[in-house]
């Protein structure tokens, strides 16, 4: 099944990206210290959908939020009271805009493992309620790797509605799910924009699409990072003795920052915390780079060292989640390396562990 | 809002010291309508919340044969076991979810011998399916538990392990790591005693082991001297744990989710994981 693709230009898609903030819940890139956050916008002032993509956080928090309260809850001698927390902020209709393809593909490999067995309904709620408008980038930055990964970003339905850049100012609006479709419809403005499919004009319905080919060619072209996902996945399988994973992490400060800014760690903690008789539980981010991550109450830890942490990092990633779910652990942003504070890049570790010698 | 992981609110019904760092807690739901509802089979677990100091994982020690409650027996190791052991009291209220992960294979122990081996606060697991197997004891052939602690103070469900001996159609073997005056049973480690004094009937017979990592070790060298192929022997895992689920990602050994693929494993499964422990 084909969904629509609408042609427009750049004053077309401000006035439909305004439209859609005055009419429905969005959120969007906001700036804030240099660098792009997923916020509540009311116009299109406020925020970029354009954000660079090494400055913009993942959306993962509109879906998997950063704390959450699982509950509140009441002691005292007349007994126990446990109290629902205020609504789900998250799980009402909502719109996104300028997320990038390799975020969107984040939360799409997220679905498998809150999918599984128990199904955590509020992280389904939250994706089921919400149409994400995704800009296609014209050009990878440093860390980027998002092609080197087993996704097409010409196909991601991660995402809703891909927004592409054409050649000569024209932008493509081009709907990737059936509930991508019927947004569009819905929103689109006859007056600044046409559905390329339901044109007479048979060549402005022909070429559209070698326009946005072109397009992909060219930023296909400019990606500094490149390698065989097959063949990391293969080779880093038979590498759980490798010594490559110590020499890969020895200037690792265990900082966690990589996990919390990850578009696919799940990790996740749950904390309690009281004031006298009242208190809250929450579920918050949690890394398993972590030394605490594994320790038992016992004294037992099965991961005291870096490189142990490191091993699960990058296993989990492109050898054990692909084994139980079919799909890599990693979209390729390159922001675990961008955050790094000691310059570490999951691209060089993995791939350095794969060029490694096998274990025997 | 993060519905699978609001836990249910249990009255303490009652507290048994069973050694001087165990304690078994045995928990009703507050909403006696749930208590019906509420099913498990030998080997599961529970998430078990003082609710303002956190949240553990506990297997639920007793078997659901017997009625109206379950019992979690809690060793004080950590920060919320300490508060567990020193605030909470008959009366009070905890929270729990579950029950988790997956049970003992009471399909494929049917009709064997059965032969538990336990050490210290590893008997909790075992004694749920020991509850059971009692319970259902003409599904089962020879029927033999070896248990052993550091000192007798430390053998957890001391008056059950009476009634135990009273059965006659169960072999009870005890044994104490060093020699005590009034201590008239075995002496010596599990896996001596195992060798020296149980000389188990290999054929036919299934090992459901669970102790400290010290003792597991020493006993899966025993058995596999002894002949006992790694499939016939199974035990249950401890490892960190947090939503219990297969969320967190906190219990994960190579592809395999302890909380959801396990805690129960046989040998052979366990072979065949990542050698992380």
């Known amino acids: ?360 | 809002m993060e519905t699978l992981l609001v836990p249910t609110l249990c009255k303490v019904d009652r507290i048994i010291q069973e050694t001087p760092d165990v304690r078994t807690y045995r928990l009703k739901f507050k909403d006696e309508s749930l208590t019906e509802k509420f099913s498990w089979q030998p080997g599961q677990f529970v998430e078990f919340s003082l609710l303002g100091s956190g949240e553990c994982t506990f297997c639920i020690s007793s078997s659901a044969t017997r009625k109206g409650f379950f019992d979690c027996s809690i060793k004080r190791a950590g920060i919320v076991t300490a508060d567990i052991h020193s605030d909470l009291e008959e009366g009070d209220e905890v929270g729990i979810r579950g029950p988790y992960g997956n049970w003992f294979p009471l399909d494929e122990i049917k009709g064997k011998n059965l032969l538990f081996v336990g050490g210290g606060i590893g008997l909790a697991p075992l004694r749920s399916l020991i509850q059971y197997a009692i319970d259902n004891r003409a599904d089962y052939k020879d029927f033999t538990i070896l248990y052993g602690a550091r000192t007798s103070a430390d053998l957890c469900y001391k008056e059950e392990i009476e009634e135990w001996k009273k059965n006659t159609s169960v072999k009870v073997v005890l044994t104490i790591d060093k020699p005590e005056d009034t201590w008239k049973e075995n002496v010596g480690v599990v896996p001596k005693i195992l060798e020296e004094v149980v000389k188990p009937e290999i054929a036919n017979t299934k090992v459901i082991t669970c102790g400290p990592p010290i003792m597991i070790k020493y006993t899966l060298q025993s058995l596999d001297r002894l002949g006992f192929a790694p499939k016939d022997v199974i035990t249950t895992l401890e490892m960190k744990m947090q939503c219990g689920l297969g969320k967190c990602g906190r219990c994960n050994i190579g592809s395999t989710y302890i909380c959801k693929d396990g805690p129960v494993f046989t040998y052979e499964q366990l072979k065949a994981l990542p050698d992380e422990f």
């Open chain 1, 1 to 360: 099944m084909s969904f629509s693709t609408f042609v427009t230009d750049k004053t077309g898609l401000q006035k439909l990206y305004e439209a859609i903030i005055s009419k429905h819940e969005t959120y969007a890139p906001v700036e804030k210290f240099g660098k792009y956050d997923y916020k509540k916008v009311s116009s299109l002032k406020e925020c970029d959908p354009d954000s660079p993509i090494a400055m913009t956080m993942s959306v993962k928090p509109l879906f998997f939020p950063r704390a959450s309260k699982i509950m509140k809850y009441e002691a005292n001698s007349s007994g126990t009271t446990i109290m629902e927390t205020d609504e789900d902020p998250l799980a009402g209709k909502r719109v996104v805009l300028g997320v990038k393809h390799c975020d969107a593909r984040g939360l799409q490999v997220l679905d498998a493992v809150n999918k599984w067995d128990y199904i955590d309904s509020d992280f389904l709620k939250r994706r089921a309620n919400t149409v994400i408008f995704s800009t296609r980038c014209d050009k990878a930055d440093t860390h980027c790797f998002c092609t080197s990964l087993d996704y097409d970003l010409e196909k991601l339905d991660a995402l809703d509605v891909a927004v592409v850049n054409g050649s000569d100012g024209k932008i493509y609006l081009q709907a990737r799910t059936g509930k991508g479709d019927i947004f569009l419809k819905e929103n689109s403005d006859q007056s600044t924009m046409y559905d390329v499919q339901n044109t007479m004009d048979d060549v402005r319905s022909t070429k559209y699409e070698e326009d946005m080919k072109k397009q992909y060619i060219a930023f296909t072209g400019s990606f500094r990072l490149k390698m065989d996902y097959k063949d990391v996945n293969e080779k880093m399988a038979k590498r759980f003795d490798s010594p490559a994973f110590e020499e890969a992490s020895r200037n690792c400060v265990s900082c966690n920052t990589c996990a919390f800014i990850c578009p696919t760690c799940h990790c996740f903690k749950i904390s309690d915390e009281k004031i006298k008789d009242t208190g809250v539980r929450y579920k918050s981010y949690d890394s398993c780079n972590n030394v605490y991550f594994t320790l038992e109450a016992g004294g037992h830890n099965p991961r005291p060292a870096k490189f142990r942490r490191w091993r699960q990092r990058s296993m989990h990633k492109f050898v054990y989640y692909k084994e139980r779910f079919g799909v890599n652990l990693c979209v390729g942003c390159g922001h675990c390396a961008i955050s790094c504070p000691v310059n570490i890049s999951i691209f060089d570790v993995v791939n350095h562990v794969a060029n490694s010698p096998a274990s025997s």
